[in-house]
């Protein structure tokens, strides 16, 4: 009899924490005697630990803080973070291991040997991109686990904000395609790497430039294709910061319009700084060009000193014309967005 | 699910958050858990075992009961008592069911 409630005790408190389990143990053992009778048949005793009911439930009763990783409260919230921040690392990881790849395939005398730049792309870039999102996982996961044992309370148990409430219309034609972010994510860090590689004479051929029996293998300066190398990576980086908030929000909010904004900005300073540049066409290339039976002056001239040359300033303005042109849209959007939103 | 059942679960969750006021209340005399339970039982609040002990647990950790083992018998027994800071928790849980009380007390006349 002694025996049959030790173990119903026991298989209460092998559930709970060791700190509680001694204390526990010594109450529920004085209340169960308590419950019996002198001299309890087994029967009794039997019938005692059934009207305890099942020692699974009385410990959950019994546990303070939760067992479980992720409660309920603050789920939706967990998989909301990781929808956005899985995709993004993953995709970035992947472009900095390629490029890591390229740079470990540039053999000693500046050129890539093709079969281990391949190579390099794969291993280097799909493992970078996977193991930085299975160690994303993780750490969000143990971040939220932590943030809630230490007493964080998620908005929808604690204070929340009208704007907090999630979206009736879910499929709405407002929403931003996930493949069209994934898509300019992908072609952005793609091109960019392409041009940081050529810019820095990593590319696996040359760039030969052939015009009649002429050739030339230099069209840029040093110089500049050493300035572009920075300021593409500014491209990249700005370019990526709208898709990451645009994957975020995956609307046309306030924040999407203010990083596009921001981003046309740099783009376009990013623009003016390499086009500052003193030199940019090498003067083999320029040489080369003005032997041909159409070259011009105007051509040659702009080819000499391309900063106050008419053909740039022209550039720059459909830059800027196609930059406000965007933001315009974004803008737009963005009031559709909150007129449609207003609607409900 | 049963009507029946519907009904019982209605009951279940209206006396659950009547349950810590019984208990507090009872327990400006110091009960030892069994004791405590049976005193509640005759004031027909139904209450089980398995939801009396931890509920006292509980109360004990966040202050509102305080408790001492009393070895002076064959067998040790943990009894219970109100803390002053249950004690405050209690005229506050009280003045709140009056209130609710009142208030359903209209809706009710309504009818």
């Known amino acids: 009899m002694d025996k049959l409630i030790k173990r ?20 529920l053992e004085a209340n169960i005697y308590d419950m019996l009778s002198e001299n309890a048949s087994e029967e009794e005793v039997k019938e005692v630990l059934y009207e305890l009911g099942s020692p699974a439930e009385l410990a959950e009763k019994y546990r303070h803080s939760p067992k479980y990783l992720i409660s309920p409260a603050i ?11 899985l ?39 799909i493992s970078m991109g996977i193991s930085a999102t299975l160690q994303t996982l993780v750490w969000t996961t143990i971040g939220f686990v ?31 395609p996930l493949s069209d972010i994934i898509v300019e994510l992908v072609l952005t860090t793609v091109f960019s790497i392409l041009a940081i590689l050529f810019f820095s ?47 975020k929000e995956r609307r046309w909010t306030l924040s999407v319009f203010i990083t596009l904004l921001i981003s046309y900005i740099v783009s376009i300073t990013t623009f003016l700084f390499v086009i500052m540049q003193p030199k940019i066409f090498t003067s083999d290339f320029i040489v080369l060009v003005a032997k041909q039976e159409w070259a011009n002056t105007g051509l040659l001239n702009f080819l000499k000193s391309p900063i106050q040359n008419p053909v740039t300033i022209l550039v720059l303005i459909i830059i800027i014309l196609v930059g406000i042109g965007e933001c315009g849209m974004a803008a737009y959007r963005m009031l559709r967005n909150r007129e449609h939103k207003n609607k409900f | 699910m049963t009507q029946q059942e519907q009904f019982q679960n209605y009951i279940i969750e209206m006396r659950r958050g009547s349950l810590t006021m019984a208990v507090l209340g009872c327990l400006y005399k110091s009960h030892y858990g069994y004791a405590l339970l049976q005193t509640l039982q005759e004031k027909g609040i139904d209450i089980e075992a398995n939801t009396l002990y931890p509920l006292l647990r509980r109360l004990e950790s966040q202050g509102l009961l305080i408790s001492n083992w009393d070895t002076s018998e064959s067998r040790p027994r943990k009894y219970y008592s109100i803390s002053e800071k249950g004690k ?22 309504e009818i």
Not at chain 1, 75 to 85: H, M, P, S, T
Not at chain 1, 91 to 110: H, K, R, Y
Not at chain 1, 216 to 241: D, E, V
């Open chain 1, 8 to 27: 119903y005790i026991y298989d209460v408190i092998r559930r709970l924490p060791e700190k509680e389990q001694e204390e526990v143990s010594q109450e």
């Open chain 1, 75 to 85: 789920y939706e919230e967990y998989i909301k973070v990781l929808k956005w921040v």
């Open chain 1, 87 to 125: 995709p993004v690392v993953g995709i970035v990881f992947l472009g900095i291991g390629v490029i890591i790849g390229a740079v470990e395939s540039i053999s000693d005398d500046g050129m890539i040997a093709i079969n281990l730049f391949i190579k390099n792309l794969f291993t280097k870039g």
């Open chain 1, 146 to 176: 932590i943030a809630e044992r230490t007493g964080y309370r998620s908005k929808s148990t604690g204070d929340w904000k009208i704007e907090d409430l999630p979206e009736l219309e879910k499929n709405a034609k407002h929403r931003i």
């Open chain 1, 201 to 247: 004479g990593a590319l696996p051929f040359d760039t030969l430039i052939k015009i009649g029996d002429m050739e030339t293998s230099n069209i840029f300066t040093q110089g500049f294709m050493y300035a572009c190398i920075p300021a593409t990576a500014i491209l990249w980086l700005f370019n990526t910061i709208p898709c990451i908030v645009k994957l």
């Open chain 2, 88 to 109: 405050q928790v209690f005229h506050e849980l009280v003045l709140e069911w009056k209130k609710m009380q009142a208030s359903l007390e209209l809706v009710y006349k």
